[in-house]
């Protein structure tokens, strides 16, 4: 049979169920509120209902697969109410809950892929891993005798292999620099803690760092032990960095949120149809952390239970928000389990902040496209590059305890602007960034030398350890031209800076951990810079702009 005719035979098969599909869909989404309505009170259009399902499953003309209809109608009838109500199907739970979790049983590695090879990062302390010998540079060549070698194998795959049940064994192959035979452990799966703080250190003798990436089951905890740690180490003020934290559990922020409010200040407060359901929160005078000057980071990707704590310090005046425009998501998601074990996370209430506001930003029902691109949006019209390209909704101004005035309907707008900083970002940056080659270069430089930089005790150290900025950026040059991107000098000069410090700090990674990346990057973000020179002068809340 030729390529054409089987297209068009293809066509002709898809235009006959057509119809069938459309139907399914609308009696399908109608069938999903029998399900979820109680079961003693059936409404008309819900027997209607149960009667077009049965004519379909008993009388058309070909036999139908009804559940695999339904599973096409859910999220179709989900994407018409919000942006933010989704059907989980069960066998896609429990990877979307796995970042929520407080912990997982597996072998206690950190690692990435880099050119089809799974490479430890870093080694959990105390875990299965690390009791058994396993070194952060060793790549995982093989898991219980299946090969990964050549294979084109993603996060998913191996988390699939190196994760288990609570006790049970796995053997892993490795390959470790240094040694003429690839080295095998039997490891025995454990409890690892998921971990939800990135980095915790002091940027000076009085400035305490911690970067939050999600708001999962023990953030609370980690959150707890980082400051209080980085008070017993002299920190006096702090920073905390919530840019690209998209949110995750309500609970969490309000715990955390407690943790930087005086007794009695309002935190959140959420309504829904229901208003016997509505809940109001206020801290609760707990709180070590409640007098302690504060900047709050946030970004265009900051979200959710990250905008709970952000609004909850802005609108009690209690530290400086200082960033970009917040993503604006305002909606509270409940999970909904269904008989087959899938679920659905259907919005229902609006979470508003201390001052009354609801930040969440407009959508119109069915017509997600915009609102999923509506962070596109504000890089064309310039918002994240000036603060007056930047558009509030003037009908909604509400005010902080001390009557500075905030805005609803958008996110949260910072007390301080700062523009997202895209110094350095050529082709050549941009092409090498997005092919890995920074990582692994970065990965392969700390393999090879990783006997001489593992005895740094610090990120100085480490980094008098490394060749001159420009030795090493000709070797990643060469590296990069090895690896198909051609030398273009003019580009790699105005990329220079950016590129040696993404370098330097993927190699301390690599060798002293994430704090050590971090302590890295923020030396030249100038939101960090900016947050660092604010609370050196004094936080004034009444000069803000």
């Known amino acids: 049979m030729s390529d054409s005719a089987s297209k068009d035979g293809s066509r002709r098969s898809l235009i006959s169920w057509l119809p069938l599909i459309g139907a399914a869909l609308f009696c399908g989404g109608m069938w999903l509120g029998y399900l979820l309505a109680d079961g003693d009170r059936i409404t008309p259009a819900q ?14 003309v070909d036999t139908v697969d009804m559940d695999s209809l339904v599973e096409m109608t859910i999220p179709m009838l989900l994407k018409n109410l919000d942006p933010h109500s989704v059907y989980v199907p069960a066998a896609a739970r429990e990877r979307a809950n796995r970042d929520l979790e407080s912990s997982f049983f597996g072998i206690g590695i950190t690692f990435q892929i880099l050119n089809d090879s799974v490479c430890v990062v870093e080694v959990v302390p105390g875990g299965p891993a690390e009791l058994e010998g396993v070194l952060a540079g060793d790549r995982i060549v093989a898991v219980d005798g299946q090969s990964l070698i050549g294979k084109d194998i993603d996060n998913e795959a191996v988390f699939g292999l190196l994760r288990g049940p609570k006790d049970s064994p796995v053997e892993i192959t490795v390959v470790r ?81 407690n943790e930087l409010l005086p007794a009695g200040s309002d935190i959140v407060s959420v309504r829904g149809r229901d208003s016997s359901n509505d809940s109001h929160w206020q801290a609760d005078g707990t709180s070590l952390f409640a007098e302690s000057p504060l900047v709050v980071l946030v970004d265009e990707f900051t979200a959710s239970s990250s905008e709970i704590v952000a609004g909850a310090v802005q609108d009690n005046d209690r530290g400086l928000i200082l960033g970009r425009r917040t993503y604006g998501k305002g909606l509270v998601q409940h999970k909904i389990a269904l008989p ?37 949006g504000r890089i064309a019209s310039g918002e994240l590059f000036s603060a007056d390209s930047v558009k509030l909704n003037s009908t909604e101004i509400f005010t902080t305890l001390s009557g500075r005035p905030v805005y609803a309907g958008g996110g949260i707008m910072p007390d301080v602007f700062v523009a997202s900083d895209t110094t350095g970002y ?120």
């Open 177 to 257: 620099a240094g040694e003429p035979a690839p080295l095998k452990f039997n490891l025995i799966r454990d409890v690892i803690p998921s971990v939800s703080i990135e980095a915790s250190y002091l940027m000076n003798d009085s400035v305490g760092y911690v970067r939050l990436s999600k708001f999962a089951a023990n953030t609370h905890t980690e959150f707890l032990q980082a400051m209080t740690d980085l008070r017993y180490n002299g920190a006096t003020c702090f920073i905390i960095d919530l840019r690209d934290n998209s949110g995750g559990l309500l609970d969490q922020a309000i715990l955390i949120a």
């Open 47 to 60: 027997a209607k209902l149960n009667t077009i399902f049965e004519l379909i499953e008993e009388d058309y």
């Open 426 to 545: 050529t082709s050549y940056y941009l092409r090498v960034a997005n092919e890995g080659l920074i990582t692994s270069f970065a990965y392969e430089y700390a393999d090879l030398n990783r006997a001489d930089l593992s005895e740094s005790r610090s990120v100085d150290e480490l980094l008098s350890k490394l060749p001159g900025h420009d030795v090493l950026l000709w070797a990643f040059v060469k590296y990069a031209a090895d690896n198909g991107v051609p030398r273009r000098w003019y580009y790699i000069n105005n990329s220079a800076e950016l590129i040696v410090n993404l370098l330097t700090a993927h190699i301390a990674r690599d060798i002293l951990g994430v704090d050590a990346f971090y302590q890295i990057v923020n030396r030249r973000d100038p939101v960090v810079n900016e947050a660092i020179r604010r609370l050196n002068q004094g936080i004034d809340l009444s000069k803000t702009e």
């Open 340 to 376: 087959d074990s899938s679920e659905i996370r259907l919005t229902v209430q609006r979470y508003y902040t201390p001052s009354g506001r609801s930040i969440q930003k407009p959508f119109k029902p069915g017509e997600l496209d915009e609102y999923e691109t509506e962070v596109m």
